[in-house]
T-cell receptor, first 112, second 118 residues
Framework: EADIYQTPRYLVIGTGKKITLECSQT?????MYWYQQDPGMELHLIHY???????EKGDLSSESTVSRIRTEHFPLTLESARPSHTSQYLC???????????FGEGSRLTVL | QKEVEQDPGPLSVPEGAIVSLNCTYS??????FMWYRQYSRKGPELLMY????GNKEDGRFTAQVDKSSKYISLFIRDSQPSDSATYLC??????????????????FGQGTTLQVKP
């Protein structure tokens, strides 16, 4: 089991605002991921990190950016939010053993 | 064509029923198969993890993989209202483990919404 926290859980903002979604974990796992999930649709990988100062883009193109300055934190930033960014953003960590992903509770973003 | 196909439902069953959830896939390289359960407004949680073909049982849940047919199933016995959720299948072609250099590239199905009525 792993503790992974996402804030905010819900965010409603206007077009053009800059937002940062926080993701943090307490167990020191190296591998962290951001997925995007639209209602009724599958999860799409948008960013991942193997450790500090390591970030890569996922399969789904995203205008968001991420950083990994500390192992514990993997924030996602949108410089100028648009209605097309309205979605649920899920952060996950990958543990050892079977390599399963543990997800946070998600950040549901609505851009008006 | 999507790599992983999953009927979105919704699927509605009475309490106590046996539920069968399924996914088909096209990539014959997939070897690792997972089922996640996602309650409304929550993140997915891992239910079952299987490697290659065969069955795996955990309590009321049984995961089945048929690689020859590119078909995986999740069976839920004696379904309960608390089982009402969206069930997502996920799969990967490469082992995801400690020290491996690959990404956590699970390919997810769309998810099937299940409602178990009391």
């Amino acid at each position: 089991e792993a503790d992974i926290y996402q804030t905010p859980r819900y965010l409603v903002i206007g077009t053009g605002k800059k937002i940062t979604l926080e993701c943090s974990q307490t167990m020191g796992h190296d591998k962290m991921y951001w997925y995007q999930q639209d209602p009724g649709m599958e999860l799409h990988l948008i960013h991942y990190s193997y450790g500090v100062n390591s970030t890569e883009k996922g399969d789904l193109s995203s205008e968001s950016t991420v950083s990994r300055i500390r192992t514990e934190h993997f924030p996602l930033t949108l410089e100028s939010a648009r209605p097309s960014h309205t979605s649920q953003y899920l952060c996950a960590i990958q543990t050892g053993g079977t390599g399963e992903l543990f997800f946070g509770e998600g950040s549901r973003l609505t851009v008006l | 064509q999507k790599e992983v196909e999953q009927d979105p439902g919704p699927l509605s069953v009475p309490e106590g029923a046996i539920v069968s959830l399924n996914c088909t896939y096209s990539n014959s390289a997939f070897q690792y198969f997972m089922w996640y359960r996602q309650y409304s407004r929550k993140g997915p949680e891992l239910l079952m993890y299987t490697y290659s073909s065969g069955n795996k049982e955990d309590g009321r849940f049984t995961a089945q993989v048929d690689k020859s047919s590119k078909y995986i199933s999740l069976f839920i016995r004696d379904s309960q209202p608390s089982d009402s959720a969206t069930y997502l299948c996920a799969m990967s072609a490469i082992r995801i483990g400690r020290g491996s250099s690959n990404t956590g590239k699970l390919i997810f199905g769309q998810g099937t919404t299940l409602q178990v009525k009391p």
